[in-house]
């Protein structure tokens, strides 16, 4: 875990992807720039001689090639016709076959839910799992020109039980000039009585395969594991919204010298949100929010590249999925700053007294006439009117100059970003990335 140097007392357990390297080889991260704890981390691997015997043998930036500058920015290999496209499903072991989960159907949807509640991502020391619900699961898996056939379940031939799951959605993603047609790869679970049986690499084959086949032939993923190789690595960092029931669940720790009252007080919010014209977004504001998105997301070197039927669909609030605000300027009746976050509860695992962690992971913002801290202030106030436990935030984009400002403190999770067929050489600071998977 590693102790925070902000305002934020004690540190901060993320409950998602940690990376997977011993610990104990480490010296605490803190002071280290992200591209330094990357690099060191790489090293490391090298080091330890870690082989990725699938990874190794897929179109992605390998470790070996990390500083040659003669190899091109762009995509690894080149399309292939639709027909050399192998035709059907990749080889399953026997007691397992494939199936495809449509999460129209209510019954697929519960079965897809229980897989990730049950064996889905959790911290190192298993006290919180993700669990992402029904609702947002739909959400995150039927964007504007979706495939039904990306969402691929592995079930037993003889009892029916699903047991593996993958999934990929559309997406264009613009690096540099260059604006590409991608899957977003997501949600790559396997029940934790079959891991570690190569199962993985056979699921992210087939994933592949049948992107290619709709002549898709990039994707973007995120992983808490280092995989050859990383565009970027970002940083979860965490603002207590409810700081003692975060204590109390060993989400985080009082800090030196605090008592529970006064670390309380550290975090107290106003009622109500500050900002004149501050209000929930609507279905009417989809153009203008369009607008105002596209031109933030143009200083990025790896962004969406969002039109008005993804905007509706990725920011448009939704009840306990997706909360979005937006400043509309009392006098012109402008829309000049915009922010947004998304709901992921985590399960608390074994607390006598608390199940759920109501977490509020800050997505898309945009700030051109409030300060970028006072905006994200009331998104802050806007979640803990909705009883949000803690609110979370990656130090991608513009966001670390809030961060410390705002109270939030450094999680231990990292976040890998990693793009399929398409290679970055010079890697990305995360000030560079203007993306964000659920
Ligand atoms: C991630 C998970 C599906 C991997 O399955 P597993 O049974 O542990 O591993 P398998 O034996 O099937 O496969 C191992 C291969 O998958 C790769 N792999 C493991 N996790 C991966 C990930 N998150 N993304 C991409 N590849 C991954 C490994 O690097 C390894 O390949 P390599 O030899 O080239 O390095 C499984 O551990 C799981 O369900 N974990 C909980 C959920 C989770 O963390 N999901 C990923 C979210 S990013």
Redesign the pocket.
């Given at each position: 875990m590693v102790v925070s140097d902000s305002p934020s007392p004690g540190g901060h357990r993320t409950p998602g992807?940690d990376p997977k390297l011993p610990s104990d080889t480490h010296p605490p991260l803190g002071g280290a720039t992200e591209a330094e704890a990357l690099s060191r981390q790489v090293q490391d691997s090298l080091v330890l001689g870690?082989?990725?015997?699938?990874?190794?043998?897929?179109p992605v930036g390998q470790f070996k090639d990390l500083g040659d500058t003669s190899l091109p920015d762009g995509p690894i290999e080149p399309p292939t016709p639709r027909s050399d496209v192998k035709q059907d499903p990749y080889n399953l072991p026997a007691p397992y076959e494939w199936t495809t989960c449509d999460m129209d159907d209510e019954q697929t949807c519960d079965e897809v839910y229980g897989l990730?509640a049950l064996?889905?991502?959790?911290d190192d020391d298993s006290l919180f799992r993700?669990n992402y619900t029904k609702e947002f699961l739909c959400w995150a898996l039927r964007p504007p020109g979706y495939f039904k056939a990306w969402h691929i379940g592995v079930r037993v031939k003889a009892t029916k039980k699903l047991v593996?799951f993958?999934t990929g959605v559309p997406a264009r993603i613009r690096i540099r000039d260059d604006v590409v047609r991608m899957a977003e790869?997501?949600?790559?679970?396997?029940?934790?009585k079959?891991?570690?049986?190569?199962?993985?690499?056979?699921?992210?084959k087939e994933v592949t395969r049948r992107v290619h086949l709709e002549n898709i032939w990039q994707a973007a993923?995120?992983?808490?594991?280092i995989?050859?190789t990383p565009i970027t690595t970002s940083r979860y960092w965490h603002r207590s919204l409810n700081p003692k029931k975060l204590i109390d669940v060993q989400f985080s720790r009082l800090g030196a010298r605090m008592t529970m009252s006064r670390t309380i007080k550290l975090y107290k919010l106003p009622e109500s949100t500050v900002t004149p014209g501050f209000r929930k977004m609507e279905l009417r504001d989809v153009p203008p929010v369009t607008r105002l998105l596209r031109k933030y997301l143009s200083k990025f070197v790896v962004a969406p590249d969002f039109d008005e039927d993804d905007v509706e669909h990725w920011l448009l609030p939704r009840e306990n999925v997706i909360n979005s605000y937006l400043v509309e300027s009392p006098e012109t009746h402008d829309i000049t700053d915009f922010c947004s976050f998304y709901t992921l509860p985590s399960s608390i695992l074994n607390n006598p007294n608390y199940t759920v962690l109501k977490s509020a992971y800050s997505y898309y913002n945009v700030a051109t006439a409030t300060p970028l801290p006072q905006l994200m202030n009331d998104a802050l106030i806007a979640a803990k009117q909705q009883d949000f436990d803690v609110f979370n935030a990656l130090d991608a984009m513009e966001n670390e100059t809030f961060l410390k400002e705002l109270k939030f403190g450094p999680g231990d999770g990292h976040l890998h970003y990693?793009l399929y067929n398409y290679r970055v050489r010079n890697g990305l600071k995360p000030s560079e990335l203007g993306l964000v998977l659920l």
């Open positions: 992807p870690t082989r990725h015997r699938f990874w190794e043998t897929q990730l064996n889905y991502v959790e993700f593996a993958i790869i997501n949600f790559l679970c396997v029940h934790k079959l891991r570690s049986k190569r199962l993985a690499p056979v699921m992210i993923y995120t992983a808490g594991v995989l050859p990693y």
